[in-house]
């Protein structure tokens, strides 16, 4: 069985005024994340894993921020186009490992309805996602709460 592993990492600045999406799914928060998308740090740092398991470049790549067909996309049809990219490479994922990293909203009262968002567009189980939360312990960017970042990694499998 042929493998491939693959990280992704992603970065957004908070703003006020702009609705925070972390996994698909709207989390109430006083800040939502700036980007040309939706900024879905988590399912951004998921396509970056994808794509770099199989050396096919990153998001900014497939999905660039000066094309105005991605201003204000959802970020899920972004995953779900990097998915179906992979299995038309002949691959299928296996778990995909993530971590977020902020210090507000706390993210476990939301992990359950991320990961069942991520499995659906990626037909995988929900039990194949992990996902985790910390903060900085009030270092850095993140720790001021002036941004937030996701971490991913994945395996996946040729089918």
Known sequence: MKLRIGSGIDFHQLVEG????????????????????????????ICDALLGALSLGDIGTHFPDTDNAFKNIDSKILLKRTYDLITSKGYQIVNIDSSLCLEAPKIKPHVSAMQAC??????????????K????????FVGREEGLVAYATCLLAAK
């Open 18 to 45: 702009r609705d925070l999406w972390i996994g698909g799914i709207k989390i109430p928060h006083t800040k939502g994340a700036l980007g040309h998308s939706d900024a879905d740090v988590l399912l951004h740092a």
């Open 118 to 131: 991520i499995a659906e567009i990626l037909q995988i189980g929900v039990d194949d996602i992990s996902i």
């Open 133 to 140: 939360a910390t903060t900085t312990e009030k270092m850095g």
